[in-house]
């Protein structure tokens, strides 16, 4: 049996929302109703929930960056995200932390960038070059 991660989000405009992650970032739409759109991210269910007035945002320091806490993503190859990296930049999106190598030449080491969706809601994008070091100490 496969398991999948899900996770369900508040964003203000689900109009904004479809954009952004089907168009953007490519995740197909699953069911939808007047409150509520399923997408899948990289094969896992994404749920934007209609609430404008949710969220309190705060952000912790890690490898001299201020990352934002709540936030959400995904772990992918290397090459996946140089290729979102890419597309992201020529969208002009803007980043909270711009792509990045953290923990370089230490167990850990990994990519990633952070940028928000059109509700503020944070997003992290990381790859490994090595899977192996996901969980590492």
């Not at 320091?61 to 934002?68: G, L, Q, R, T, Y």
């Not at 190598?101 to 809601?121: C, H, I, K």
Request: contains cysteine; proline residues 4%.
């Amino acid at each position: 049996m496969k398991n999948l991660f899900h996770l369900a989000f508040p964003v203000n405009d689900l109009n904004a929302a479809r954009e952004f992650y089907g168009g953007l970032l490519g995740c197909e739409e699953g069911r939808s109703s007047e409150h509520w759109i399923d997408f899948n991210l990289y094969g896992h269910q994404i749920v934007a929930h209609l609430a404008p007035d949710a969220g309190i945002k705060a952000s912790n320091e890690v490898d001299s960056d201020h990352v934002p806490v709540p936030h959400f993503g995904i772990v992918m190859e290397m090459d996946k995200w140089h290729e979102l990296a890419e597309r992201l930049r020529a969208s002009d999106v803007k980043f909270v932390i711009e792509p990045k190598v953290r923990f370089a030449g230490e167990v850990g080491e990994q990519a990633t960038m952070f940028f928000l969706d059109p509700s503020g809601n944070a997003l992290e994008f990381k790859a490994f070059n090595d899977f192996s070091q996901v969980f590492a100490k």
